[in-house]
């Protein structure tokens, strides 16, 4: 039954209350008896020195995860099993080589937004020009998507209007964001263990009734059946005649494109590198190995729940549910199994997926102030603005994004595309120059100012060709080596993960050959501090990583 009991609403608004209230305390704590702040805008954008370890590690995944992951990565696991698993598996070994190599750079340089640095390695123009289009993709892409997908769940579950659902996202949202970054921190502590409790519970019962459904009882006993009954969703390798083989290419996940995704949005993206870049080294770094370690843990959230739906499905038990117009909807599969849920646990799961929505788009909307205040308005409208001038600034920009995300979203066909893929067809074409861009400019200091608008420029149009080439000529040629599969309609295309390997590969190229170009003719370049003692970690922190790989080493052996 789509709506909630009176006990769920109880559960919900309780930790409605509780995350509310815990910010409205921590926001008390660093203002004034008259309410002004009593830091300057690097605290209220990044919470200077404020974040715990662990309040860091909370808030990298509670930004990160959100209803593109419990509704459409369920879905996904639903359509094509445990190896869709491989964007948060692989994530954790990503987020090891960020805090390892790219946060000691950030921190050794005092770069704390992402067009900033482009402004201190490159110039003023690189760095607006991107700064202007990261606003744009932040609002129309990935702020529209939270939102409306957040809402299109929770009023499937709920039985709520769909444009109430989305208001109230947006109020929420708004309510924890405008306390800046230290209430957004701490109150993703809380985020975090709803997302976890209640996800958890909602898997429980998810393998408990397949185990049910069979005459047996024990989660052990459904991951069992499942694995006997949905074999074919235990591999995270595909092989070329799998027909998923297009959304994650064979070995590409652990050796090609899968690495620029991932590196791209841990690494070089605002919205996450933010949480860390007002901590000391030592301290970012730990927070970034937790969230590593929770990393881990999502697949089981997530993916776990999906495959346990397809698997009910087959036996006819959700035959009708999972339906939507006549035709089969994977993304169906998150919201159907908490409507099964019982009395109370369900609020619980209920509280958890809002969580994983507000926490995102809080992480979005302060990420946008962000970058609008410190990277635009401070330097192009007004240079000389005071620091409770940005901060006032900072919060209007984030009411003003958030009624653009509302106004915007139900315009984007987002629910037709489906949201986990919607956000990694837009943000994909620009992925590869970026990273190529950034990872130059770290370790490279010949890399010019050229080179990096080439990047910028180039890989999105090299991007947009590649998607659009099998419409002008066969690349049936490249089936053989792996790197062109026939989709819907028949059509050779090149699938997605390896487009993005190829347009990396020669924005690399390009940069290297302009730049050596550029520099012999005696064009001077803006080289970060680096030197190799930047990279030297604890023995805490290298015991950790080495335990991630050991794990992950493990699974992918097990489930080959």
């Known amino acids: 039954m789509n709506k909630l009991s009176t006990i769920d609403y109880i559960v919900f608004f309780v930790y409605f209350i509780i995350v509310s209230g815990y910010g409205i305390w921590i926001y008390r704590r660093k203002t004034g008896h008259d309410g002004t702040l009593e830091g300057d805008s690097k605290d209220y954008f990044l919470a200077e020195g404020s974040l715990t370890w662990w309040a860091i590690g909370s808030s990298l995944i509670a930004s990160n995860i959100s209803a593109e992951q419990f509704v459409g990565m369920s879905g996904s696991g639903f359509k ?12 954790a070994i990503t987020l090891v080589v960020v805090a390892t190599f790219f946060i000691p750079v950030y ?19 690189v760095a607006m020009i991107m700064a202007i289009f990261w606003l744009a993709l932040y609002i129309v892409v990935n702020l529209t998507s939270i939102l409306y997908l957040g809402a299109i769940a929770i009023s499937s579950i709920a039985g709520l209007n769909l444009d109430f659902c989305l ?31 209640g996800g958890l519970a909602t898997t429980y019962l998810a393998l408990n009734l397949v185990a049910e459904h069979s005459g047996q009882t024990g989660v052990l006993n459904g991951f069992h059946l499942m694995t006997q009954q949905a074999g074919d969703h235990f591999q995270m390798i595909f092989k070329k005649d799998n027909p ?39 301290t970012a770094r730990a927070g970034i190995l937790f969230a590593a370690f929770l990393k881990l843990l999502m697949p089981v959230i997530v993916v776990l729940p999906g495959i346990a739906a397809y698997v009910l499905y087959k036996s006819d038990v959700f035959s009708t549910e999972m339906m939507q117009n006549g035709e089969l909807n994977p993304d169906r599969a998150y919201p159907v199994l908490l409507n099964i849920l019982p009395v109370g646990l369900k609020g619980l799961s209920f509280a958890a997926l809002t969580a994983a929505v ?21 330097k192009v409208i007004n240079p000389e603005a005071s620091e409770k001038k940005l901060v006032h600034v900072g919060k209007a920009a984030v009411i003003v994004a958030m009624i653009l995300g509302v106004l915007i979203a139900p315009h984007l066909g987002i629910d037709k595309k489906g949201g986990f893929q919607y956000i990694q067809e837009y943000t994909g074409f620009v992925s590869p120059g970026i990273f190529a861009m950034f990872i130059l400019g770290f370790f490279w200091k010949k890399t010019t100012s050229s080179a990096a608008l080439f990047a910028t420029i180039g890989g999105f149009l090299l991007s947009v060709l590649f998607k659009f080439l099998p419409n002008f000529t066969d690349l049936s040629f490249l089936a053989p080596f792996g ?78």
């Open 80 to 91: 094509m099993g445990l190896a869709i698993a491989t964007y948060e598996w692989m994530a």
């Open 107 to 125: 921190l050794k340089n005092h770069i704390f937004t992402m067009p900033q640095f482009l402004n201190q390695r490159y110039n003023s123009t």
């Open 167 to 197: 208001y109230a996202l947006a109020a929420f949202a708004v309510l924890i964001t405008l306390g800046g970054m230290k209430v957004i921190g701490f109150t993703d502590v809380i985020q975090v263990f709803f997302l976890i409790l």
């Open 244 to 282: 998923n083989f297009i959304d994650l290419p064979g070995l590409t996940v652990l050796l090609g494109g899968m690495w620029i995704v991932n590196l791209n949005y841990w690494g070089c993206n605002q919205y996450i590198t933010q949480r860390a870049l007002g901590a000391d080294l030592p």
């Open 358 to 378: 507000v926490a995102s788009l809080a992480g979005k909307a302060n990420s946008i102030a962000t970058i609008f205040t410190l990277d635009v308005y401070k």
């Open 483 to 560: 790197f062109a599969v026939k989709n819907a309609d028949g059509v050779y295309e090149i699938p997605f993960l390896d487009r993005m390997g190829f347009v990396f590969a020669i924005c690399i190229v390009a940069m290297v050959l302009i730049s050596l170009f550029e520099t012999s003719r005696g064009v001077k370049t803006n080289g970060l501090e680096v030197d190799r003692s930047m990279f030297k970690t604890t023995r805490g922190f290298a015991i950790g990583s080495i335990a991630i790989m050991v794990i992950l080493t493990t699974l992918y052996t097990i489930y080959w």
